[in-house]
């Protein structure tokens, strides 16, 4: 995960720079060479070799030569200054905490940590707490932002040896290649959590049918083949290995920071083994169950592809991102699944960062967009103007979009581009914008950028208010969650969600890879309570732009039916949704 690693050191960079006096100078190229590095699709070091990083957006000058020195030499020098201080466990928490570099130095040095270890068991002691929350003169936490702490150790934690699939993905096709490459590979798919399409992985799992095992299993052949992998890229040590009579395999540590398991079976088993493969195991225990019942052995059965298992178990077929166990094998049953939203559904996206604020997307990336998906409209939603290291607009320069934008619209044929803006909500029924600036846009969110550190009454009043609000369309992100760098906000969903509900407003699915929230469990929760969900991609560079696919997934895991997200209406519906309001 080289990307994510040098993005986040440049991250963690820029978080110490806002400490001293030249932050608005540096602070914001850091940080958008740092989007351009995470977001790059493919091996970063590749590109470096390859001499294109100064052609990548957002990349130049004193940034740059902060990632010549990491390619020469492995790190670099300011920031293991850092880490000679602080662990970097405690310095990627400054981040993820949300609390500001200045205030977490001060807690780090007040409480003696060297670790996050130490620092949990510091927050669990009410004698050290004390000396935060009632020091000398000003406090420096109060307890809503201990209990911040206490939760985003947890996250931090929960997080560990996890990645998300959204990044896999980028390399997993080059993986297969490089396994079809060793021949007699017949047969091959990415099975277990990642074909159910779960947002978070914590391994990779690849099912493999050989030439080699028609119907016969051979074991020492199997080994052989096995033993082949170890010369693969993505691939390094092996870690385990499983051998049994009808299939074997090996697990590998791989270079993309997850344990990667390769699973060789025959031929004859590889419909049967891809489904006991994908779903988990309680989806998979009641379908074998059912077919037991019915007295019919699937292994014995001339299967051409999983719709197969389940026609002779009497169920509706069941996609894959549904195969968790849950309601999908009793809905199956009675032929009620819905019918998932696809990607075809969707007639655009609705929430894009230009260059007017902290994207790097322009009118070309945009026509390419709008050609490859088959889109009708994407709103450009930048930054309100309280947003300064997302370069937010004021009055002046939202204006100067306005005009861009009408002279875009004029050159893009029938294609829309709408105005739009992603505005702060500041406070409890306080907008970044005035109504008589929001009436004028044609999409309007609201996002919270800067609520860690308040509790969960402040911050869930602050989105009813903001719903309340007659211009606002839908809530963007609305957790504030963001993998690896942001723990979620304190929130009550259930209200924001029935409080969307009653004013009529849309949630946002954001399919940023780090991001994607919603998640399905509230996506879910939002649908039953009548509330539309929007798929965004929230896309601040061209390549975030196929990022949707991610949402729909998750749209998708939560039962999502095209009827139940915004964006697969057309514009016209649209903005009689926004009149029926």
């Not at 409890?428 to 008589?436: A, K, S, V």
Request: aromatic share 8%; with cysteine.
């Amino acid at each position: 995960m080289l990307n994510l690693k040098l993005a986040n050191i440049l991250t963690y960079i820029a978080e110490l720079y806002k400490l001293g006096p030249r932050e608005k100078d540096i602070v914001f190229p850091i940080m958008r060479a740092s989007r351009t590095i995470r977001d790059y699709p493919g091996d970063i070091n590749r590109a470096y070799q390859d001499n294109l990083l100064l052609s990548l957006p957002g990349i130049s000058g004193e940034v740059y030569g902060y990632i010549q020195e990491f390619f020469k030499t492995g790190t670099i020098e300011i920031y293991e200054q850092l880490t000679q201080k602080y662990s970097e466990q405690l310095i990627k928490f400054i981040r993820m905490s949300g609390l500001g570099s200045a205030r977490m130095m001060k807690v780090y040095h007040m409480l003696s940590a060297d670790n996050l270890e130490s620092l949990k068991n510091s927050l669990q002691n009410p004698r050290m707490v004390s000396r935060l929350t009632e020091p000398e003169g000003e406090s420096i936490l109060d307890s809503i932002m201990v209990e911040r702490l206490s939760r985003t150790i947890d996250f931090y934690q929960q997080m560990q040896g996890k990645i998300p699939r959204g990044y896999v993905e980028n390399f997993i096709p080059e993986l297969i290649k490089q396994i079809k490459s060793l021949g007699h590979v017949t047969n091959i798919e990415v099975t277990g959590s990642a074909r159910r399409k779960k947002p978070i992985l914590g391994d990779i799992d690849i099912l493999v049918a050989t030439d080699f095992n028609q119907g016969d299993f051979k074991v020492d052949r199997t080994i052989e083949f096995l033993e082949q992998l170890a010369g693969i890229d993505y691939l390094k040590a092996k870690k385990s290995q499983n051998t049994g009579s009808l299939n074997a395999s090996f697990v590998y540590e791989s270079r993309l920071d997850t344990d990667i398991e390769i699973i060789v079976c025959t031929r004859s088993r590889f419909i049967v083994d891809l489904f006991t493969t994908t779903g988990n195991r309680v989806h998979t225990r009641e379908v074998l169950k059912i077919l037991e019942q019915k007295g019919i052995d699937i292994y014995s059965c001339n299967l051409e592809s999983e719709a197969d298992i389940y026609r002779l178990a009497g169920l509706q077929y069941v996609p894959c991102e549904l195969r968790e166990g849950r309601k999908e094998i009793s809905m199956a049953g009675q032929n009620k699944l819905p019918r998932l939203v696809e990607m075809e559904d969707i007639k655009g996206d609705l929430h894009i960062h230009s260059s007017f604020s902290d994207g790097l997307i322009g009118e070309q990336d945009l026509a390419d967009t709008i050609r490859q998906h088959n889109y009708q409209y994407l709103a450009l939603t930048d930054h309100s103007h309280s947003n300064i290291y997302g370069n937010g607009l004021d009055k002046h320069r939202l204006k100067d979009k306005l005009d861009w934008v009408r002279s875009l619209n004029q050159r893009m044929g029938d294609i829309r581009i709408l105005s739009g803006a992603e505005v702060d909500i500041k406070d409890e029924g306080m907008l970044d914008y005035d109504d008589n600036i929001l009436k004028n846009l044609d999409i309007v969110i609201a996002s919270m950028h800067s609520s860690f550190k308040y509790g969960c009454s402040q911050n869930t009043r602050k989105a009813v208010a903001a719903l309340a609000n007659p211009y606002i369309d839908f809530l963007g992100h609305p957790t504030g969650v963001v993998f690896g760098s942001r723990a979620p906000y304190s929130l009550d969903m259930d209200q924001i969600i029935q409080q969307a509900a009653k004013y009529n407003k849309a949630l946002e699915i954001n399919s940023y890879f780090l991001r994607l929230d919603l998640d399905e469990y509230n996506a879910g929760k939002a649908r039953d309570a009548g509330v539309k969900l929007v798929i965004n991609t929230d896309s601040h560079r061209p390549h975030n732009l196929d990022n949707i696919r991610l949402g729909v997934d998750i749209a998708r895991r939560a039962g999502l039916s095209r009827e139940e997200v915004l964006n697969t209406m057309d514009y016209g519906s649209i903005l009689q949704w926004k009149r029926n309001r």
